[in-house]
């Protein structure tokens, strides 16, 4: 994934950026990055190496070297940005979130118009960022460009520019992740959670909605292009990816969460002694989950945050497994002779699960009965960097609907998204052996989008259902 926040100002706003860009931490773990534009020195940038140290250590000396009145910063989980680009249409810095999927092909059409090159990054990849420039640099206007870029990308693409005179934000074309105004004296900023700039004395202006396109200034936020209807928000981001503090379409994710697992409880009839969830995002749908119930709430198990803070976690599996496990430290006295159920946000691979429910085995637990606050995942997400899986085999759901049904296994999909069929429950009941819980039940997907309140043709649910 990845996050992103700009501001304009009438005086330096350097400490805002800075703040403001830490305050997305949680969504990348590779790069992060901040621009600046200042009347009289222009454009100065820095970027640095976030995997094994945060945002906030390794730019703390840049913020003391960089003056600006408007800038951008990032998280990035994949390529170096922001970039400072020179173009027909003037001097600008960018930075994206999002997915290009049809990369090859846009890469071919650019050379065919005159575009000579673009830099490779390692491994052989193109910058994703600076494909989009190309592209917005195709035409006669920074906002045709923008649109442009929108409508030629098959993924998503929301992005910040910078110019000499303000800033153009950008909600990507189906809204799959948001773009929030923030408001104070004096200035303005574009961010992607909405949180992030609450401690900085802004306050929520607006929501962009899918497609739109606005300018900002320190004084005024300008529509060039109107939002368009039809919008796919990701549902991950009230599930997993989003911060508790935040809010997407006015419906913010703790409460989201809560509701989430009230309604995971009302299907549930299991016995325990009490109710976990498994740090971060699992705590608050358990705090539901044990509202709705009666049964105690606990923490069997403490994130150790010093050292093991969410978003600092290497790109390799089997050294994230190992991380996640390092991390949690156990709590003897509410494990021991206890039936817990635990909670998560998802259920992707199972090895993290699995590991984490022998750990409490071994230290004397009696059952645990493990609950995911999301359906089975089916598909790896096709429109937002959401998961490092390079193959949906990966995924514990399709690997047990392979072993059962062979080569008949991509027809038959559809019968295993639905809960209420008996392959869904024998697949469910596969997983439960194979990582040896106790019990193990999967929020329904009608539950879910219940909890946000929002229409379910709002959301994008592909890596459930297969289909938007």
């Not at 773990?29 to 200042?38: I, L």
């Not at 910063?73 to 680009?85: A, F, K, M, N, R």
């Not at 934000?169 to 200035?187: H, L, Q, S």
């Not at 027809?411 to 697949?427: F, G, R």
Request: a negative charge; one cysteine or more; charged letters at 25%.
């Amino acid at each position: 994934m990845g996050g992103f926040f700009g501001v304009v100002s009438h005086k330096d706003c350097v400490f805002d950026l800075f703040f403001g860009t830490d305050y997305h931490s949680h969504l990348g773990t590779k790069r992060g990055g901040m621009a600046v534009y200042d009347r009289e020195n222009g454009f100065d940038r820095a970027i640095h190496n976030i995997e094994n140290s945060p945002f906030r250590t390794k730019f703390e000396r840049d913020v003391d070297d960089m003056r600006g009145t408007a800038g951008i910063g990032c998280i990035s989980d994949t390529e170096p940005q922001p970039l400072i680009v020179r173009s027909h249409l003037g001097n600008y810095a960018i930075t994206t979130v999002g997915r290009i999927n049809n990369i090859d092909a846009l890469v071919k059409q650019a050379f065919e118009t005159g575009i000579p090159h673009f830099q490779e990054m390692s491994g052989g990849n193109i910058n994703p960022t600076e494909l989009t420039a190309a592209l917005i640099n195709q035409k006669d206007t920074i906002e045709e460009g923008i649109r442009h870029a929108q409508t030629m990308i098959e993924g998503s693409m929301s992005m910040l520019l910078l110019t000499p005179d303000g800033l153009y934000a950008a909600r990507d074309y189906m809204g799959r992740t948001p773009v929030v105004i923030g408001k104070k004296e004096g200035a303005h900023c574009a961010s992607f959670e909405s949180s992030s700039f609450l401690n900085l004395g802004y306050d929520k202006e607006r929501e962009l909605g899918p497609g739109e396109i606005v300018f900002v200034t320190a004084d005024e936020v300008k529509t060039l292009l109107p939002a368009r209807d039809e919008m796919k928000i990701c549902t991950f981001l009230w599930v997993y990816y989003g911060y508790p503090t935040s809010s997407y379409e006015g419906v913010n994710v703790e409460t989201m969460r809560c509701r989430c697992g009230e309604k995971l409880a009302q299907r549930d009839p299991v016995e325990a002694d009490s109710v976990a969830g498994i740090p971060d995002s699992g705590i608050a749908h358990a705090i539901g989950y044990a509202n709705s119930t009666g049964v105690p709430f606990s923490r069997p198990f403490i994130k150790y945050t010093p050292t093991w803070p969410r978003s600092f976690m290497p790109q390799k599996q089997s050294q994230r497994n190992l991380i996640a496990h390092m991390k949690l430290i156990p709590v003897g006295e509410l494990i021991h002779d206890k039936r817990l159920v635990l909670i998560d946000d998802s259920l992707v691979r199972g090895t993290q699960m699995r590991e984490t429910t022998e750990f409490l085995y071994r230290s004397g637990a009696k059952e645990v009965h493990i609950r995911a606050a999301c359906p089975p995942i089916m598909y790896g997400c096709k429109y937002l960097n959401f998961s490092r899986s390079t193959s949906e085999m990966d995924l514990i759901a399709r690997r047990v609907i392979a072993r059962l049904e062979g080569d008949k296994a991509e027809e038959k999909l559809p019968l295993y998204t639905d809960p209420d069929t008996p392959e869904y429950a024998n697949m469910v009941e596969e997983i439960r052996k194979e990582l040896h819980f106790t019990s193990l039940k999967y929020q329904r997907l009608d539950d879910m989008i219940e909890a946000t309140g929002l229409p379910s043709c709002k959301f994008c649910t592909y890596c459930w259902t297969g289909k938007e």
